[in-house]
Nanobody, 126 residues
Framework: QVQLVESGGGLVQNGGSLRLSCAAS????????IGWFRQAPGKEREGVSC????????YYLYSVEGRFTISKDNAKNTMYLEMSSLKPEDTAVYYC???????????????????WGQGTQVTVSS
């Protein structure tokens, strides 16, 4: 059974840091397109950072580039999102997702990712 479980969210002050984890089971993370997405209240879900298999380097949303770092530990079958210099506008529910069908065209299209975790709330206070 495919499962993705996020952890690590919480409340942090402006400029603070958090590390999100996404533990995968039922499939091997390293074989598929995987990534982090977020959804703020009243806004559409957006791709934050992804490993796309056809790309040579990770994708980052322009507003997080230089502040967030995506990584994965294949031995633990776990993906991470290291977030620093957090801003109030980073406040959202963060989800990890995997594209097990190979249909995702990019991190900019969350609809291409068919397997999702339950999400973890990140709140950045000003």
């Amino acid at each position: 059974q495919v499962q993705l479980v996020e952890s690590g969210g919480g409340l942090v002050q402006n400029g603070g840091s958090l590390r999100l984890s996404c533990a995968a089971s039922g499939f091997t993370l390293d074989y598929y397109n995987i990534g982090w997405f977020r959804q703020a209240p009243g806004k559409e879900r957006e791709g934050v950072s992804c490993f796309m298999r056809r790309e040579g380097r990770p994708y980052y949303l322009y507003s997080v580039e230089g502040r967030f770092t995506i990584s994965k530990d294949n031995a633990k079958n776990t993906m991470y999102l290291e977030m620093s210099s957090l801003k109030p506008e980073d406040t959202a529910v963060y989800y990890c997702a995997a594209d097990l069908s190979g249909v995702a065209r990019g991190c900019y299209e969350p609809g291409g990712f068919g397997s999702w975790g339950q999400g973890t709330q990140v709140t950045v206070s000003s």
